[in-house]
């Protein structure tokens, strides 16, 4: 605990922890309980928060949805987007006195448990606790199965505390089970259930340019697109880039490297003049940019990242190209990849060859624009089953 605190402490200190909030990490809760029935979500990050979008909207007029994350981005967003619909809290560190603290106090009706975030204080309290807890959109990477194989009982046993375990993939599936007694199911991606199928999306193309963006890139990717974009510069008219970091904090300095390379840039919250390639700064706006680009490459897959969503640009009508390294989505882009919907690379040289082959063939490159956005169309999720399941639980709490 004096370890914690004073860790605690120095993220303060770097603005990581928030100064006015860091008490909810030791179970202190910063608002008062009300009177309705509680769901308890926890959703560690970002990504994880707005997959439970479609749970909050079903759920939210008839119970008191709290929410709980662990870092401030997920925290910001939570109030930016969801304030009158959640109460949002930091999730305690797993310390029993704390944990004990927080569960006295919001006496949960139902905890759901998103994707791998796995504390086992917490987890074992829990389940002493006797309160139903679903583990949603569980997932685990090959490099955590080949970890977690090594201790494979100490794993099953967490897994203990979730009445029902929904993987997010096949693949996830199968790697849980052979961790695994508990009988792992699968009913999509809760990533994919906030899509609006058949939506209608007005794609603002420019047809005199070719516009290419390269969307959550990771740290190492964008000094590999740096050269990329010097070549297809040096060699093509009339092209526009974008290029948004995973983490947009990192733009500046980005901006900086190429602009010591000659790549003329400007940040998207200086955006004052017709630069054609755009450095984002700002966070949440991948969708618009999806919608005025032809081709879009997806980044944390050069890197071993896993790989980001590709339904997402498919939906507005985006040629998608990817790195091989998309564990976190190899089903649905192994899918893709035999519908000609996207293309897998494994490494830059590779994904210039297919930018060049789209640039100089706008008919292969409108065909791989129409199938990504037909693949889209699909459903990813089955949202009836989620529905009925977290139901009958809150009924057998009730």
């Given at each position: 605990m004096?370890?914690?605190?004073?860790?605690?402490?120095?993220?303060?200190?770097?603005?990581?922890?928030?100064?006015?909030?860091?008490?909810?990490?030791?179970g202190?809760?910063?608002v008062?309980?009300?009177?309705n029935k509680?769901?308890w979500?926890?959703?560690t990050?970002?990504?994880?928060?707005k997959?439970?979008?479609?749970?909050?909207?079903?759920?939210?007029?008839?119970y008191?949805i709290?929410v709980?994350?662990t870092?401030?981005s997920?925290?910001?967003?939570a109030?930016?987007?969801y304030t009158?619909?959640i109460?949002?809290?930091?999730?305690?560190?797993?310390v029993?006195t704390?944990?004990?603290k927080?569960i006295?106090?919001?006496k949960p009706?139902?905890?759901?448990w998103?994707?791998s975030d796995?504390?086992?204080n917490?987890?074992?309290?829990?389940k002493?606790?006797?309160?139903?807890c679903l583990?949603l959109?569980?997932?685990?990477?090959?490099?955590?199965?080949?970890?977690?194989?090594?201790?494979?009982?100490?794993?099953n046993?967490?897994?203990?505390?979730?009445?029902?375990?929904?993987?997010?993939?096949?693949?996830?599936q199968?790697?849980?089970?052979?961790?695994s007694?508990?009988?792992?199911?699968?009913?999509?991606?809760?990533?994919?259930s906030?899509?609006?199928?058949?939506?209608?999306?007005?794609?603002?193309?420019?047809?005199?340019?070719?516009?290419?963006?390269?969307?959550?890139?990771h740290?190492?990717?964008?000094?590999q697109?740096?050269i990329?974009?010097?070549?297809?510069?040096?060699?093509?008219k009339?092209?526009?880039?974008?290029?948004a970091?995973?983490?947009?904090?990192?733009?500046?300095?980005?901006?900086?490297?190429?602009?010591?390379?000659?790549?003329?840039?400007?940040?998207?919250?200086?955006?004052?003049?017709?630069?054609?390639?755009?450095?984002?700064d700002?966070?949440?706006?991948?969708?618009s940019?999806?919608?005025?680009s032809d081709i879009?490459?997806?980044g944390g897959?050069?890197?071993?990242n896993?790989?980001?969503n590709?339904?997402?640009?498919?939906?507005?009508?985006?040629?998608?190209?990817?790195?091989?390294?998309?564990?976190?989505?190899q089903n649905?882009?192994?899918?893709?990849?035999?519908?000609n919907?996207?293309y897998l690379?494994?490494?830059?040289?590779?994904?210039q060859?297919i930018i060049e082959v789209?640039?100089?063939?706008?008919?292969?490159?409108?065909k791989?624009?129409?199938?990504?956005s037909?693949?889209a169309?699909?459903?990813?999720?089955d949202?009836?089953?989620?529905?009925?399941v977290?139901n009958?639980?809150l009924?057998?709490?009730?």
């Amino acid at each position: 605990m004096p370890i914690i605190l004073i860790n605690t402490y120095l993220r303060i200190f770097k603005n990581k922890e928030d100064k006015t909030r860091f008490r909810e990490r030791f179970g202190k809760p910063s608002v008062k309980r009300p009177k309705n029935k509680v769901i308890w979500i926890h959703a560690t990050s970002v990504g994880e928060f707005k997959s439970i979008h479609t749970i909050i909207e079903a759920y939210h007029s008839k119970y008191s949805i709290l929410v709980t994350t662990t870092t401030k981005s997920a925290a910001d967003y939570a109030v930016k987007n969801y304030t009158n619909q959640i109460i949002h809290q930091y999730a305690p560190f797993d310390v029993t006195t704390w944990i004990n603290k927080f569960i006295h106090y919001w006496k949960p009706e139902l905890i759901l448990w998103i994707e791998s975030d796995l504390w086992p204080n917490t987890l074992s309290i829990i389940k002493k606790s006797k309160i139903n807890c679903l583990l949603l959109n569980a997932r685990i990477s090959p490099k955590s199965y080949a970890r977690w194989k090594l201790i494979k009982n100490y794993y099953n046993e967490l897994l203990q505390t979730f009445s029902i375990i929904f993987a997010q993939s096949i693949n996830d599936q199968q790697r849980l089970q052979k961790l695994s007694d508990k009988k792992i199911q699968y009913i999509g991606n809760l990533k994919l259930s906030n899509i609006q199928q058949n939506q209608k999306i007005n794609f603002e193309k420019n047809n005199s340019l070719i516009t290419i963006m390269f969307a959550s890139t990771h740290v190492g990717e964008e000094n590999q697109i740096l050269i990329l974009i010097k070549n297809l510069k040096n060699k093509y008219k009339n092209l526009k880039f974008y290029l948004a970091p995973r983490h947009p904090e990192r733009a500046g300095d980005i901006s900086k490297l190429y602009a010591q390379h000659n790549i003329e840039n400007i940040l998207e919250s200086h955006l004052n003049k017709n630069q054609d390639t755009v450095i984002i700064d700002t966070f949440g706006k991948l969708p618009s940019y999806f919608n005025f680009s032809d081709i879009v490459f997806l980044g944390g897959s050069l890197t071993n990242n896993g790989g980001h969503n590709p339904i997402e640009p498919a939906m507005y009508n985006c040629a998608v190209i990817s790195g091989n390294n998309v564990f976190n989505w190899q089903n649905i882009y192994d899918e893709m990849v035999n519908e000609n919907s996207c293309y897998l690379i494994n490494n830059i040289e590779k994904l210039q060859e297919i930018i060049e082959v789209f640039i100089n063939d706008r008919k292969k490159l409108n065909k791989y624009k129409k199938n990504a956005s037909n693949f889209a169309n699909n459903v990813f999720f089955d949202k009836k089953t989620l529905n009925q399941v977290i139901n009958e639980n809150l009924i057998l709490n009730a």
